[in-house]
């Protein structure tokens, strides 16, 4: 059974920094790209950030380019999200995602439950 448990959310000022971490088992985890996704009450689920198997290939949405970065230990099969200088419409439940090969195709199989970012004005 794939397990996926995120860490690291909070309520912190506009201009702070949080690192999210979430952690994999069950899951051959090295073998796989790693995605966030952030959802906020009456919007979609928007793709953040993706890293693939390695971490030679990353992406980011437009909105957070500059401020968050991803990142992967495959040894401890934890994937990070590093934000910093966030901002009020940061806020969501943020969710760490398995995806469905190496690279990045659309498919995500595995969700965690979310952690919560609450960024304050």
């Known amino acids: 059974q794939v397990q996926l448990v995120e860490s690291g959310g909070g309520l912190v000022q506009a201009g702070g920094s949080l690192r999210l971490s979430c952690a994999v088992s069950g899951r051959a985890f090295s073998d796989y790209l790693m995605g966030w996704f952030r959802q906020s009450p009456g919007k979609e689920r928007e793709l953040v950030a993706t890293i693939n198997w390695n971490g030679g290939r990353t992406y980011y949405v437009d909105s957070v380019k500059g401020r968050f970065t991803i990142s992967r230990d495959n040894l401890k099969s934890t994937v990070y999200l590093e934000m910093n200088n966030l901002k009020p419409e940061d806020t969501a439940v943020y969710l760490c995602?398995?995806?469905?090969?190496?690279?990045?195709?659309?498919?995500?199989?595995?969700w965690g439950q979310g952690t919560q970012v609450t960024v304050s004005s």
């Open positions: 995602a398995v995806g469905n090969s190496r690279y990045y195709d659309g498919i995500f199989n595995y």
